[in-house]
């Protein structure tokens, strides 16, 4: 009399089971096995392989297990949604970051607009997302990146000049984002900064201020003035020069926008001056509120006796600051579109600014 077969798992690895598992496998990478789909019931694998279902519930426990299906009790198992990580780092766009997560999911900030803008755009077009955040990137290239399968990087910083310049060897389209590029070889999207700067110094020359001071950022990061900064810095002293303002009336102060003190000093030093300035075109809002802070410190009040012209971001429930205002989750679009047309020379975008008549501004003291 002939034995039965044993039902369970036969052991080895060319046994049948690894066969089936494997053939199992091959459904789900060609996608003749939808991702998002049920697979067939158990009953009728076991009867299409001819084994039993003991069987095929370990060998789709296997599966689920390298998460290529989902299993839930009473149910028919699902081929999972996600990709093989292989063919998901084929089409994706990694997105280095210099700062801390916090501040990607923070609407108040220009990280937090433009990655609020980012992820919905993200599609078949432009391959998943893939975040590279750590402080490190501040000062190191990502060792490895050059050999991962991408469709393109973005750039969120503020990144070293030399830093920077390293992505440019990378075989694939980068964009550097809030940043202006400065002579890079890559793709930038970044505010127009002297034009809006040239335009704020007007505009307090038009309320009669002749003593115009400007206050640029330093990035501690990195030990150099923003390049926003910069820019910005040039915008200004070119109005002031087309104004025909003396060399004594306009001046340029260095703050760092993470420490409240630093900006408060300056504040003070403006007051201090003889005459003192009557008006003061600040780089970014942290900034602005150690220069606010030193005013009221000082007695005195914003606009009647310092008016304060400020770069900053739009966004609900913003401080009232006159100056240029930036919507930076215009930014994501442009970004995007460069990732996936890949012109072969570097694109750099400008988003304008606009002038917004807050609170902080006013007609020079007699």
């Known amino acids: 009399m002939a034995k039965r ?11 049948r089971y690894k066969l089936i598992q494997a053939d199992m496998l091959d459904k789900l990478q060609s996608g003749r096995w939808p991702p998002g789909r049920p697979l067939p019931s158990s009953r009728q694998l ?6 039993s279902h003991q069987m095929i519930h370990i060998a789709l426990k296997a599966l689920a297990k390298d998460g290529w299906v989902r299993l839930a009790d009473r149910r028919l198992a699902v081929a999972t949604v996600s990709a093989p990580l292989s063919r998901v780092m084929e089409k994706s766009i990694a997105l280095v970051v210099t700062a801390g997560l916090r501040a990607l999911a923070d609407e108040s900030n220009s990280r937090g607009q433009l990655w609020n803008a980012l992820v919905p755009r993200m599609d078949l077009k432009t391959g998943t997302l893939v975040i590279l955040q750590d402080t490190r990137w501040r000062k190191e290239f990502p060792a490895g990146l050059r050999e991962l399968p991408l469709n393109g990087v973005l750039l969120l910083g503020p990144f070293h000049h030399e830093l920077a310049r390293q992505y440019e060897a990378l075989d694939l389209p980068v964009v550097l984002l809030d940043q202006p590029a400065e002579g890079l070889k890559i793709h930038a999207v970044a505010l127009e900064n002297v034009q809006a700067a040239a335009d704020a110094v007007s505009r307090l020359a038009a309320l009669g201020h002749r003593r115009i001071a400007f206050v640029r950022n330093l990035v501690t990061s990195t030990q150099k003035i923003d390049p926003d900064s910069k820019e910005r810095e040039a915008g200004f002293i070119a109005a002031c020069k087309k104004l025909k303002l003396k060399d004594v009336d306009y001046k340029i102060f260095t703050g760092i926008g993470s420490r409240a003190q630093g900006s408060i000093d300056i504040g003070q030093q ?6 003192p300035f009557t008006a003061v075109l600040a780089a970014d809002d942290t900034l602005a509120a150690g220069i606010v802070l030193a005013v009221e410190m000082a007695g005195l009040k914003v606009p009647q006796d310092l008016s304060l012209a400020v770069f900053h971001a739009q966004y609900p429930g913003s401080h009232n600051w006159s100056g240029p205002r930036a919507d930076f989750s215009l ?14 020379l570097p694109q ?12 902080t501004t006013g007609p020079a003291a007699v």
């Open 270 to 275: 403006l007051l201090r001056a003889h005459p």
């Open 5 to 15: 077969p044993r039902v369970g798992r036969p052991q080895g690895h060319t046994s």
């Open 46 to 51: 076991a009867r299409q392989y001819k084994i």
């Open 331 to 344: 930014m994501a679009a442009p970004a995007l579109d460069l990732l996936v047309r890949k012109p072969r």
């Open 348 to 359: 750099h975008v400008r988003i304008p600014t606009h002038w917004h008549e807050g609170t």
